[in-house]
């Protein structure tokens, strides 16, 4: 069973910084891409920051600048840096990961932080 565990948000100033991370634990093969998601009330989930096996990264351009996406492959964790952060910030994390096992591939998520941004 693989289980993937958010830490790290909370209630932070616009401007603030933030720090979450993102273990992963339990029988696994090898780890190809992860990943943070964010959804706020009303809205869907949508892609925050996103990183390869290959440590190729992309970000959404809302976040672009502010965020840093990184990962320890050794450890199977995940980080997102967030800095300068803004009220539409506002959202619950998830992190996923699209695990490998011998027979295949599967994506997990955790089950969320939640990071508001309010003075």
């Known amino acids: 069973q693989v289980q993937l565990v958010e830490s790290g948000g909370g209630l932070v100033q616009p401007g603030g910084s933030l720090r979450l991370s993102c273990a992963a634990s339990?029988?696994?093969?090898?780890?190809?891409?992860m990943g943070w998601y964010r959804q706020a009330p009303g809205k869907e989930r949508e892609l925050v920051a996103g990183?390869?096996?290959?440590?190729?990264?992309n970000y959404a351009d809302s976040v672009k600048g502010r965020f840093i996406i990184s990962r320890d492959s050794a450890k199977n964790m995940l980080y997102l840096q967030m800095n300068s952060l803004k009220p539409e910030d506002t959202a619950v994390y998830y992190c996923?990961?699209?695990?490998?096992?011998?027979?295949?591939?599967?994506?997990?998520w955790g089950q969320g932080t939640q990071v508001t941004v309010s003075s």
């Open positions: 996923n990961a699209r695990i490998r096992f011998v027979w295949g591939t599967k994506d997990y």
């Open positions: 339990g029988t696994i093969f090898a780890i190809n891409d």
């Open positions: 990183i390869s096996s290959g440590d190729s990264i």
